[in-house]
């Protein structure tokens, strides 16, 4: 089951149990999906960084 998955079945849980562990649980989940999507961010940042840097090493070789 991916995450997003289980954040839809535990918000319909939730709402008709509302039990406090179970929302604590769906903060926990969310915030654990906005953390993946800016480590997703920051790894694509550091391969063009990279790419980058290393364009310039072979540019400096060459002079």
Known sequence: MRL???INVLLVKMKI???QI???LLQWLLELR???GHVRE???ENKKLKKD???LIKQS???
Do not use: A, G, I
């Open 42 to 44: 920051l790894e694509l």
């Open 34 to 36: 906005t953390l993946r």
């Open 61 to 63: 070789e060459k002079t």
């Open 4 to 6: 997003d998955d289980y």
């Open 53 to 55: 840097y290393e364009k």
């Open 17 to 19: 149990s509302h039990k």
């Open 22 to 24: 179970e929302r604590q």
